[in-house]
């Protein structure tokens, strides 16, 4: 698996969308703090233009709200319990491993290489496994057990 650049800001604008949406005590879906995307940008050190094209993506998957104007920004659809890490990576990236740059369930081998698909599939089992398991309460908590 590869962690590209955009999978990581997804997943740190995400869970400052998080953070700021549960400062507000109603769960963080729907109704809590909206965030703007330059703070977003300013707060994690991601390019803006970088980071629009991002929250599109995720604002698209269903993850989060956008809403326009003055006082407008960003919220989680859900809370943030029910978003997984690999929510946020298939809604940047697609599948999660690729062979070949396709998922690994589309590779094909034949004579001697043909165990190679059963090996790409369970190690994309396995990393899904983990992305799946873990949601963003899961990483807010860790930071907040290490403070």
């Known amino acids: 698996m590869y962690v590209s650049a955009r999978a990581d800001y997804a997943l740190r604008a995400m869970l400052a969308v998080a953070d700021a949406a549960g400062s507000t005590g109603d769960g963080g879906y729907g109704g809590g703090e909206l965030v703007k ?23 698209r998957a269903g993850l989060l709200h956008s809403h326009r104007g003055t006082e407008g920004g960003y919220a989680l659809t859900r809370p943030p319990a029910d978003i997984s890490v690999g929510d946020v990576l298939r809604a940047v990236g697609g599948a999660l491993t690729s062979v070949r740059g396709m998922p690994a369930d589309h590779a094909g081998y034949h ?11 369970a190690v994309d089992g396995a990393i ?20």
């Open 37 to 59: 995307a330059a703070s977003l940008a300013e707060r994690q050190d991601i390019p803006l233009s970088f980071l629009q094209g991002i929250l599109l993506d995720l604002r």
């Open 111 to 121: 004579g001697v290489a043909a165990g190679l698909r059963d090996v790409w599939l």
């Open 128 to 147: 899904a496994l983990v992305v799946d398991r873990t949601t963003l309460a899961d990483l807010l908590a860790d930071r907040a057990a290490a403070s």
